[in-house]
């Protein structure tokens, strides 16, 4: 009818009996708009070289990314010793990773690397085994880690390397390693941390590959001039590859070789030597950068978030205000 459209169209009115120029649940709605939620994302590169004679092959270490919850990442390195019994270390490494990619869908999976490590082994039915690290970023701005062996990941913060995870080891060159026997290791022996990230905050993981041929300062520069995550990734792969193939090159393996008590033979110790040089391996590389994006807080107004119901919103807020 003509009048109801009429009335449809006009504005609303305060009636004469209302104190309210707008009915309060007007203004609740509007604060509720005002009042976005912080959440943190991941902006992920990943570069990979592998090992200079497997080329052909694309080495033994497999990766997966997923945009699951804040975002998600995970490295396995396949160990190379399964070559000598006819296995192809490269099966079981890439079929975790493609494991943990199916099962980042589950919901017990999906908020706790740990678990998901432990389901993607326990689908897995390749024979081998393989270093893994899984890393997954709560909306909340919390990284949750879980590493078996000697892949890596350090968070980088302001030109700073502020969280380092540590490599785990039965002996030198002997890392702990998920398995298709019962001797490897498992979900259980995990190295397991968490770590309260801040927008801008930038992760580099890697396998061993990686990190045994590069020196955190030179991780730092590289971040410092890059201008963005792809383009780190694939500078930080190139510059350890170089070192990889660079017998005079003092790496981080050689000095912890050393430090274990290998080195040359005693009589070109009398002539100066020692043991130096990268190792060569296969090298993956993910750098990741911690964003936050505002998001409407359909489920309560300002003042509940105030009241501090959600403890991490309220980190990733005032991160956001000391990066500015
Ligand atoms: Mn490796």
């Given at each position: 009818m003509?009048?109801?459209?009429?009335s449809r169209l006009s504005p609303?009115?305060?009636t004469a009996s209302s104190p309210y120029p707008r009915p309060p649940p007007r203004l609740s709605r509007f604060s509720s708009l005002r009042a976005a939620k912080m959440e943190a994302v991941l902006s992920i590169g990943t570069h990979v070289i592998p090992h200079p004679r497997k080329v052909e092959t694309g080495g033994?270490?497999?990766?997966?990314?997923?945009?699951?919850?804040?975002?998600?990442?995970?490295?396995?390195?396949?160990?190379?010793?399964?070559?000598?019994?006819?296995?192809?270390?490269?099966?079981?490494?890439?079929?975790?990773?493609?494991?943990?990619s199916t099962f980042i869908k589950d919901e017990e999976?999906?908020?706790?690397?740990?678990?998901?490590?432990?389901?993607?082994?326990?689908?897995?039915?390749?024979?081998?085994?393989?270093t893994v690290i899984i890393a997954m970023l709560e909306k909340t701005g919390t990284l949750k880690i879980a590493s078996v062996g000697d892949c890596g990941l350090k968070v980088i913060r302001k030109g700073q390397v502020m969280f380092s995870t540590y490599p785990q080891e039965h002996y030198f060159d002997c890392p702990y390693q998920i398995s298709s026997e019962a001797i490897g290791q498992t979900y259980q022996d995990a190295l397991v941390c968490t770590v309260n990230l801040m927008e801008g905050d930038m992760i580099v993981s890697g396998s061993d590959g990686?990190?045994?041929?590069?020196?955190?300062?030179?991780?730092?520069?590289?971040?410092?001039?890059?201008?963005?995550?792809?383009?780190?990734?694939k500078a930080l792969a190139e510059l350890a590859r170089k070192h990889s193939v660079d017998v005079r090159f003092?790496?981080?393996?050689?000095i912890e070789a050393?430090?274990?008590?290998?080195?040359?033979?005693?009589?070109?110790?009398?002539?100066?030597?020692?043991?130096?040089?990268?190792?060569?391996?296969?090298?993956?590389?993910?750098?990741?950068?911690?964003?936050?994006?505002?998001?409407?807080?359909?489920?309560?107004?300002?003042?509940?978030?105030?009241?501090?119901?959600?403890?991490?919103?309220?980190?990733?807020t005032a991160s956001a205000e000391q990066n500015e």
């Amino acid at each position: 009818m003509a009048a109801s459209t009429a009335s449809r169209l006009s504005p609303p009115r305060p009636t004469a009996s209302s104190p309210y120029p707008r009915p309060p649940p007007r203004l609740s709605r509007f604060s509720s708009l005002r009042a976005a939620k912080m959440e943190a994302v991941l902006s992920i590169g990943t570069h990979v070289i592998p090992h200079p004679r497997k080329v052909e092959t694309g080495g033994e270490d497999a990766f997966f990314v997923g945009g699951d919850g804040g975002g998600v990442f995970a490295i396995a390195d396949g160990v190379s010793g399964w070559a000598e019994k006819n296995v192809n270390p490269a099966l079981f490494s890439r079929e975790v990773m493609a494991n943990s990619s199916t099962f980042i869908k589950d919901e017990e999976a999906s908020n706790d690397p740990q678990i998901l490590l432990m389901k993607a082994h326990a689908a897995t039915s390749s024979i081998g085994s393989a270093t893994v690290i899984i890393a997954m970023l709560e909306k909340t701005g919390t990284l949750k880690i879980a590493s078996v062996g000697d892949c890596g990941l350090k968070v980088i913060r302001k030109g700073q390397v502020m969280f380092s995870t540590y490599p785990q080891e039965h002996y030198f060159d002997c890392p702990y390693q998920i398995s298709s026997e019962a001797i490897g290791q498992t979900y259980q022996d995990a190295l397991v941390c968490t770590v309260n990230l801040m927008e801008g905050d930038m992760i580099v993981s890697g396998s061993d590959g990686f990190f045994d041929n590069i020196f955190d300062q030179e991780i730092l520069a590289v971040i410092s001039e890059s201008p963005g995550i792809d383009e780190a990734a694939k500078a930080l792969a190139e510059l350890a590859r170089k070192h990889s193939v660079d017998v005079r090159f003092d790496s981080p393996y050689s000095i912890e070789a050393r430090s274990r008590g290998f080195d040359v033979p005693w009589w070109k110790k009398l002539l100066g030597a020692k043991l130096t040089g990268g190792k060569m391996d296969d090298i993956t590389v993910i750098v990741a950068q911690v964003k936050t994006v505002a998001v409407p807080d359909d489920e309560g107004s300002g003042v509940e978030q105030e009241k501090g119901g959600e403890q991490v919103t309220v980190a990733a807020t005032a991160s956001a205000e000391q990066n500015e």
